[in-house]
């Protein structure tokens, strides 16, 4: 019998004056059984770097040919795709190719991974119809420091401000650089 997944409750305040977000809520998410905290870590933080109406947690790493996250508009197109830790070059195209206008974000915490996707990207033509990638890169030692925790229930007040991510996680303040490229 497999193992079930460990419900994790993340009490989110996200400030991001640049692209007008304030937000509270609390963040439910579903950790697989073989999906580390630092994963776990990432896909929040993702959530945290992209929100938007809509924006929905995927299932993480009990079904891998679906995204972290995604976005669908009110007729159930497709319309975000977040990959966070890998992602496969050739995943991604297929996946752009097959909605049009996706915006496809792959977020990273280790540099040679997110290189390794951008070698991938440099041997298409060009994007797929009118679809947009961008490829995040959050401080791993950010990202260290918050998946360091083990508690079931957390609370984080994020704050995106100039190419920087600060976070309240606990009582404990923690920054770290945040860099994004946009492909093509």
Request: aromatic letters at 4%.
């Given at each position: 019998?497999a193992?079930?997944?460990?419900?994790?409750d993340?009490?989110?305040?996200?400030s991001?004056?640049?692209?007008?977000v304030?937000?509270r809520?609390?963040?439910?998410?579903?950790?697989?059984p073989?999906?580390?905290?630092?994963h776990v870590?990432?896909?929040v933080?993702?959530?945290?770097?992209?929100?938007?109406?809509r924006?929905?947690l995927?299932?993480?790493?009990?079904?891998?040919?679906?995204?972290?996250l995604?976005?669908r508009?009110?007729?159930?197109?497709?319309t975000?795709?977040?990959?966070?830790?890998?992602?496969?070059?050739?995943?991604?195209?297929?996946v752009?190719?097959?909605?049009?206008?996706l915006?496809?974000?792959?977020?990273?915490?280790?540099?040679?991974?997110?290189?390794?996707?951008?070698a991938?990207?440099?041997?298409?033509?060009?994007l797929?119809r009118s679809?947009?990638?961008?490829?995040w890169?959050?401080?791993?030692?950010?990202?260290a420091?918050l998946?360091?925790?083990?508690?079931?229930r957390?609370?984080?007040?994020?704050?995106?401000?100039?190419g920087?991510?600060?976070?309240e996680?606990?009582?404990?303040m923690?920054?770290?650089p945040?860099?994004?490229?946009?492909?093509g």
């Amino acid at each position: 019998m497999a193992l079930p997944a460990t419900r994790l409750d993340y009490r989110l305040t996200l400030s991001d004056a640049e692209r007008g977000v304030d937000v509270r809520t609390t963040l439910v998410v579903a950790q697989h059984p073989s999906e580390t905290r630092e994963h776990v870590t990432l896909r929040v933080l993702a959530w945290c770097l992209l929100h938007e109406e809509r924006l929905e947690l995927g299932p993480g790493l009990s079904d891998p040919d679906v995204a972290d996250l995604w976005t669908r508009d009110l007729t159930g197109r497709l319309t975000t795709w977040v990959e966070c830790g890998t992602a496969d070059a050739e995943k991604l195209r297929k996946v752009m190719q097959q909605n049009a206008g996706l915006k496809a974000h792959a977020v990273f915490s280790d540099a040679r991974r997110r290189d390794e996707l951008l070698a991938g990207v440099q041997q298409w033509r060009r994007l797929p119809r009118s679809s947009e990638l961008v490829v995040w890169l959050v401080d791993p030692s950010l990202v260290a420091a918050l998946s360091a925790s083990e508690a079931r229930r957390q609370q984080w007040t994020v704050t995106l401000v100039d190419g920087h991510a600060y976070v309240e996680a606990d009582g404990a303040m923690l920054d770290g650089p945040v860099d994004v490229i946009r492909p093509g």
